[in-house]
T-cell receptor, first 113, second 113 residues
Framework: GAVVSQHPSRVICKSGTSVKIECRSL??????MFWYRQFPKQSLMLMAT?????????EQGVEKDKFLINHASLTLSTLTVTSAHPEDSSFYIC?????????FGPGTRLTVL | DAKTTQPTSMDCAEGRAANLPCNHS???????VYWYRQIHSQGPQYIIH???NNETNEMASLIITEDRKSSTLILPHATLRDTAVYYC??????????????FGTGTLLAVQP
């Protein structure tokens, strides 16, 4: 149980385009999901907390207009990287909360050319 | 900021117990200790968590000192597949101010054949 999936697993896009990443809780409902970013050889950095039916809460320094988060259902949250640039290339990881525990997805590798 | 201190790296022989220490001297009474691990290029995997009592599950044991200022994660019989970065994280109640999983740098455990 407590499986979280992400789609796509990897994406390559041109600079200036927008990319949408989906995060799904497959066998449970999650009112709260989280989005993290991880650069090479670094730890995970929390970007935002996504609550179903309400606006996401962004961490300090994360541009909410650039990283659009939508949590429209209890099993799906999406992260859209708008007007992506090479510096946005990173490993994006979501997690979903079930009770006291967060379960993580497998991650999405974004490469912006 | 991460509220835990872990060694940067550790080695363990295959088949032996791996004991990973974590210091969390500023932990508050309502904060839990969580352990996750991340195998290269994957999302973090939940291992175990506890408040003040020792905990055991099919993956590991968590030993928390009586003063709660430190803990040890024990993998009883390490295998090569246990090679990963192990994160010790202190998290408060989800309704409170310290309710986020904030990742530090973790311990790279290398299991040697």
């Amino acid at each position: 149980g407590a499986v979280v999936s992400q789609h796509p697993s990897r994406v390559i896009c041109k600079s200036g385009t927008s990319v949408k990443i989906e995060c799904r809780s497959l066998d449970f409902q999650a009112t709260t999901m989280f989005w993290y970013r991880q650069f090479p050889k670094q730890s995970l950095m929390l970007m935002a907390t996504s609550n179903e039916g309400s606006k996401a809460t962004y961490e300090q320094g994360v541009e909410k207009d650039k990283f659009l988060i939508n949590h429209a259902s209890l099993t799906l949250s999406t992260l859209t990287v708008t007007s992506a640039h090479p510096e946005d290339s990173s490993f994006y990881i979501c997690s979903a909360r079930l009770g006291d525990t967060q379960y993580f997805g497998p991650g999405t590798r974004l490469t912006v050319l | 900021d991460a509220k835990t201190t872990q060694p940067t790296s550790m080695d363990c022989a295959e088949g032996r117990a791996a004991n990973l220490p974590c210091n969390h001297s500023t932990i508050s009474g309502n904060e839990y200790v969580y352990w996750y691990r991340q195998i290269h290029s994957q999302g973090p995997q939940y291992i175990i968590h506890g408040l003040k009592n020792n905990e055991t599950n099919e993956m590991a044991s968590l030993i928390i000192t009586e003063d709660r200022k430190s803990s040890t994660l024990i993998l009883p019989h390490a295998t090569l597949r246990d090679t990963a970065v192990y994160y010790c994280i202190v998290r408060g109640d989800y309704g409170g101010a310290t309710n986020k999983l904030i990742f530090g740098t973790g311990t790279l455990l290398a299991v040697q054949p």
